[in-house]
């Protein structure tokens, strides 16, 4: 026998070749197929450019543009809500408001978007403020302008009203009605025009929008969401009078915008301040601020016109408010209901925090609503525990598996992180518990004038995104429910007084 001439061995090494390549096919078929029917990083929404971290190709503003608005305020966006053009009285009651936040949009926050944050945090970068600094003007107006562009969307109002919203809530930094001073890294004027852009979106499908001072100069409370973590230079400290005498004349350019006819239909109502940290600087000194901001305002719109006011409750009582009881000019008092700040409230077993819900916060709207007037609840979700990523702030751990930086709580002694932000591994008991928080809470903020989830979506915190619990089955696909869940557990949403279980 001779060898096999060379060409012959190619051929043998091509078969070889076609054979095993069919090999791999079949295989890599068989592990995609199943994959891809079973879509199992669906429910965690990587991908899905309207509820998850994927993202819309960057529609980006032209500068210079002037966005015009709709003359059109007819859009309704459920049988339960008047049209735009139509009344909607807060002090009324009649009709609630159901809205989601856009929070993490137009004032970064890190746990709601860390891919933002995450190339950086090796350089210290823990908020809007230091990003802005470390990547200087033009890196971070390209980063925050493509951020503005992509992760609120007109499908994302689209998603709003089919599931039975009504409102959304927008949180605004100073910086974005420019006049900074020196030493102020923030990307001026640019989100701007996206909130304008957005308020059109919110126009076309009939959602009411509330634009809120999310960032005051020298921040009102030191946390990241203000822009700045760090001390608080708003009221407090050295350039505290200055910085809070500065915050008045953005007030009143909000207040006078929306009082604008084209504007009043769709955004009838403003919120003041996002949490003034009344008790860290002193709840007098913040109410006082209160007074101040609201007369700048009703003088900018005149009495009795203009968008109504929405007052953060700065975590003080609404005793603290009772100076207010004469200027009552369609003010509104905002809470913010979370379980997971709180040790005592964490440690509560399920049934306590639902009962928790219905008979305190029920409490506590029904009382701010009698005593102060129309009370509605700004900020709240179903997290149990605070292990979100980046939840309290970049890389400080979390109280729920004793890893938080200045507490010694643990949860339980094994308590641990792991798979509590994979909405994969939630047990349908888990989601059954979920849903009947969420009902609980909203019967007892509709005791008041309504309620936003904080957020309407995350990049990863499945607890904190109602895309994603809609999606995962533990919120509901419309959000005009039936009968409530306090009611028919018999948990009363009007004691006598307000329980407090946080110990
Ligand atoms: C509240 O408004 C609704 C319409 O939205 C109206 O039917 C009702 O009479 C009003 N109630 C009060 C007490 O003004
Ligand atoms: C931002 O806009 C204001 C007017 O609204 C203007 O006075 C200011 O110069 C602008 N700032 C920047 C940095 O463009
Ligand atoms: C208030 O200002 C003082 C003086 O600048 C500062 O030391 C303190 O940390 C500030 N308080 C808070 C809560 O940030
Ligand atoms: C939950 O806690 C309450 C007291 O806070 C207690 O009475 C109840 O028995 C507990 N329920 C369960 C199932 O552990
Ligand atoms: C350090 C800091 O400011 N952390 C805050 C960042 O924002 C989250 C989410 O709102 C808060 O929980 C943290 O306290």
């Known amino acids: 026998m001779s060898p096999p001439r060379k060409d012959e061995r190619s051929c043998f090494r091509r078969h070889r070749c076609i054979i095993l390549l069919i090999i791999f096919l079949v295989i890599a078929a068989a592990v995609a197929v199943p994959l891809v029917l079973l879509k199992p990083w669906h429910k965690n929404n990587k991908n899905n450019p309207i509820t998850g971290s994927g993202r819309a190709k960057p529609n980006l503003i032209t500068p210079g543009t002037t966005i015009t608005p709709s003359t059109d305020n007819s859009a309704q966006p459920n049988s339960y809500t008047p049209p735009l053009n139509q009344p909607l009285d807060y002090a009324n ?149 200055l910085n809070a005498e500065r915050t008045l004349p953005y007030l009143r350019q909000m207040a006078t915008f929306f009082s604008n006819p084209a504007y009043t239909h769709v955004s009838p109502v403003m919120g003041m301040l996002n949490e003034p940290a009344g008790f860290l600087i002193g709840g007098e000194a913040v109410v006082n601020w209160y007074k101040q ?93 605070d292990c979100a990523t980046y939840l309290n702030g970049v890389n400080v751990g979390a109280r729920w598996d004793g890893t938080f930086a200045t507490s010694t709580y643990r949860h339980s002694p094994d308590s641990t992180c792991d798979g509590k932000n994979d909405a994969l591994t939630y047990t349908d008991e888990y989601k059954t518990f979920l849903k009947q928080f969420f009902l609980a809470q909203i019967e007892a903020y509709e005791q008041g004038a309504g309620w936003f989830y904080w957020n309407f979506k995350t990049e990863t915190n499945p607890l904190w995104s109602y895309f994603d619990g809609v999606e995962g089955g533990w919120l509901p696909e419309d959000a005009n429910r039936g009968p409530g869940y306090c009611a028919s557990m018999g948990y009363s949403v009007n004691l006598p007084q307000v329980v407090d279980e946080s110990g």
């Open 93 to 241: 009651g009649t009709v609630k408001m159901r809205g989601v936040n856009l929070g993490g949009w137009l004032v970064l926050e890190p746990f709601i978007t860390p891919s933002l944050f995450d190339p950086y945090v090796k350089d210290g970068i823990v908020d809007e403020w230091t990003l802005c600094e470390h990547l200087g003007p033009d890196a971070s107006r390209k980063l925050l302008e493509d951020h503005y562009a992509s992760w609120v969307t007109e499908d994302t109002f689209v998603q709003i009203k089919k599931l039975g919203l009504n409102h959304v809530r927008v949180p605004i930094g100073f910086w974005a009605m420019g006049n900074l001073v020196q030493g102020e890294p923030y990307v001026a004027n640019v989100s701007w025009n996206y909130l304008l852009r957005a308020i059109e979106w919110a126009r076309k499908h009939g959602i009411r929008v509330m634009v809120e001072l999310h960032g005051a100069p020298g921040s009102q409370n030191g946390w990241n969401h203000s822009g700045r973590v760090g001390q608080i230079r708003w009221v407090n400290g050295t350039d505290g009078a």
């Open 293 to 385: 901001a609201v007369a700048a305002v009703r003088q900018a719109t005149g009495p009795g016109k203009g968008p109504w006011a929405v007052l953060h409750d700065g975590f003080l009582s609404i005793d603290a408010f009772g100076g207010f009881k004469a200027q009552t000019d369609r003010l509104m008092m905002d809470s913010h209901l979370y379980i997971m700040f709180t040790d005592g409230l964490m440690s509560l077993n399920q049934t306590a925090q639902l009962k928790f819900a219905c008979q305190s916060w029920g409490t506590l709207v029904t009382t701010s609503t009698k005593t102060f007037g129309p009370t509605m609840v700004g900020e709240f979700s179903v997290a149990v525990n």
